[in-house]
C-alpha cells in the first residue's frame, strides 16, 4: 500500500532473523523482536506491542494425526521447529503452573532458520509448530491454522520499529513510518 501510495519510490526491503547494526549498515527503518535495552540510545522506537508464542497446526494435519492436549502428546506428533545453520534447535517454550516457563528442545520433522519458513511448512501440513501471534494472526482469522495447547502459550517479546536519530528522518522514512504504526500495531 504504502508503494502504490508513492509510486516514485524504490524501497530496498531486506529480511533477516541476525541482529543487524541500523546505523552500521545505513538502514532507514528496521523493525525489531526485543526490547529497548538492547540498543544503543542512538535509536529511535516505537513499540508495536508484544508477541505472544502459541502452538499452532493445520486442521488437515490435525485430522489425520490428532490434536494434542500435553507436552507428551507433542512428542508423538511431527515438529516444525526454528533452528540455526548448525542445526542447534531452539527450545519451545511452555508454561506451567505457577507462571514457571518450561524449556523443551522438541524431536523436529522439520528445522527452519525463519519464522516465516516455519509458517509455509505448517501451512504445508507438515506439523505442528510454535509461533509468534504477529505471523500466524492472519492464518488463524481464516481457519487456515488453528491454535492447539492455548493453556501452554506463553507471552513472547516486545517488537519495536527503530531508526537512527543520527541523521534527520527524510519525509519518505517518516511517511514510512506512519503507515507501520498504523499498520503492524498488534491488537
Known amino acids: 500500500r504504502f508503494c502504490e501510495q508513492y509510486s516514485n519510490l524504490r524501497p530496498q526491503v531486506t529480511f533477516t532473523d541476525r541482529f543487524v547494526d541500523v546505523q552500521e549498515e ?9 526490547g529497548p ?16 508464542l502459541i502452538f499452532c497446526a493445520t486442521p488437515a494435519y490435525l485430522a489425520r ?9 507433542l512428542t508423538r506428533h511431527d515438529c516444525v521447529v526454528y533452528g540455526r545453520a548448525d542445526g542447534t534447535a531452539s527450545p519451545w517454550l511452555f508454561s506451567s503452573a505457577g507462571g514457571q516457563i518450561e524449556r523443551r528442545t522438541m524431536a523436529h520433522r522439520i528445522m527452519a532458520g525463519d519464522g516465516e519458513a ?14 509468534a501471534t504477529w505471523l500466524v494472526r492472519d492464518h488463524l482469522a481464516l481457519g487456515a491454522v488453528v491454535e492447539v495447547m492455548a493453556e501452554r502459550a506463553i507471552d513472547g517479546l516486545p517488537l519495536h520499529v527503530v531508526w537512527p536519530l ?3 528522518m527524510a519525509p519518505k522514512v517518516s511517511a514510512l513510518l506512519d503507515q507501520l504504526k498504523a499498520r503492524l500495531k498488534i491488537r
Not at 545505513?26 to 526485543?34: F, K, N, Q, S, T
Not at 516455519?118 to 509461533?131: I, R, Y
Request: no cysteine.
Open 118 to 131: 516455519q509458517m509455509t511448512a505448517v501451512l504445508a501440513d507438515m506439523g505442528v509448530a510454535q509461533l
Open 65 to 73: 494425526r490428532g490434536t494434542p492436549e500435553s507436552i507428551a502428546d
Open 26 to 34: 545505513g538502514l532507514d527503518l528496521a523493525v525489531r523482536i526485543g
Open 166 to 168: 543520527v541523521r534527520p
Open 37 to 52: 535495552a538492547y540498543w544503543p540510545a542512538s535509536l529511535g522506537h516505537v513499540h508495536l506491542g508484544d508477541e505472544r
